[in-house]
């Protein structure tokens, strides 16, 4: 099965650069890595989604390594409105069917 | 509008009501997701479909659970006889494709059952 495994929670500091790792051991070969993030009453909203190597984007980077059994988050220089819960998916074929499989997420928590 | 619309946003139904959840997709998207997620969780998958089809109602936990995308615009998500065990927000999702593509997902329906 592929599921992806995160910090429950995480603490960081307005200012600060802030990675959250995710593992994926069984991720497949043709499938994505994906990020969303999620406010308290909000549906999740998607940061960034990439296969190999490196993606960036105008709020996030995300880097995976060549064997792709995990993948960072990095947040630059977060601030108080970062604080939400960020998950990790990759997807798995279920009875054939593809899906996309959700974890807990990290709880990030900016102080100021 | 611009982004996925579910209504209502919150619905108090009593134990054994039957309840209905909309979700106005992105026009023009073909894909469709409902997810159930209970407090401190992930989203759980509940059903897809492809344009008016229902091609996966695999995550939907029983037969008092039925959706349906009768043109394949709007969906209609619909609880029977509802159990305290349902209580959760019900989220809509769209997007152009079904896999490795973003998602936009409305704001959820929290759905209470007394």
């Known amino acids: 099965l592929a599921k992806t495994t995160q910090p429950i929670s995480m603490d960081s500091y307005e200012g600060q650069e802030v990675n959250i790792t995710c593992s994926h051991n069984?991720?497949?070969?043709?499938?994505?890595i994906t990020w969303y993030q999620q406010f308290p009453s909000q549906g999740p909203r998607f940061i960034i989604q990439?296969?190999?190597?490196?993606v960036t984007n105008e709020v996030a980077s995300l880097f995976i390594p060549a064997d792709r059994k995990s993948s960072t988050l990095s947040l630059p220089r977060v601030s108080l409105s970062d604080t939400a819960v960020y998950y990790c998916?990759?997807?798995?074929?279920?009875?054939?069917?593809?899906?996309?499989?959700w974890g807990a997420g990290t709880k990030l928590i900016i102080k100021p | 509008g611009a982004g996925v619309s579910q209504s209502p946003r919150y619905k108090v139904a009593k134990r054994g009501q039957d309840v209905a959840l909309r979700c106005d997709p992105i026009?023009?998207?073909?894909?469709l997701f409902w997810y159930q997620q209970a407090l401190g969780q992930g989203p759980e998958f509940l059903t897809y479909?492809?344009?008016?089809?229902?091609?996966?109602k695999s995550g939907l936990p029983s037969d008092r659970f039925f959706a349906e995308r009768p043109e394949g615009s709007v969906s209609t998500l619909k609880i029977q006889r509802t159990q305290q065990e349902d209580s959760a927000v019900y989220l809509c999702?769209?997007?152009?494709?079904?896999?490795?593509?973003?998602?936009?997902f409305g704001q959820g329906t929290r759905l209470t059952v007394v």
């Open positions: 026009s023009g998207h073909v894909s």
């Open positions: 998916l990759v997807g798995e074929f279920r009875d054939s069917n593809y899906q996309l499989i």
């Open positions: 479909f492809q344009n008016e089809a229902q091609l996966d």
């Open positions: 069984n991720i497949a070969t043709n499938d994505y």
């Open positions: 990439g296969y190999k190597t490196k």
């Open positions: 999702a769209s997007s152009v494709l079904r896999v490795n593509t973003e998602a936009f």
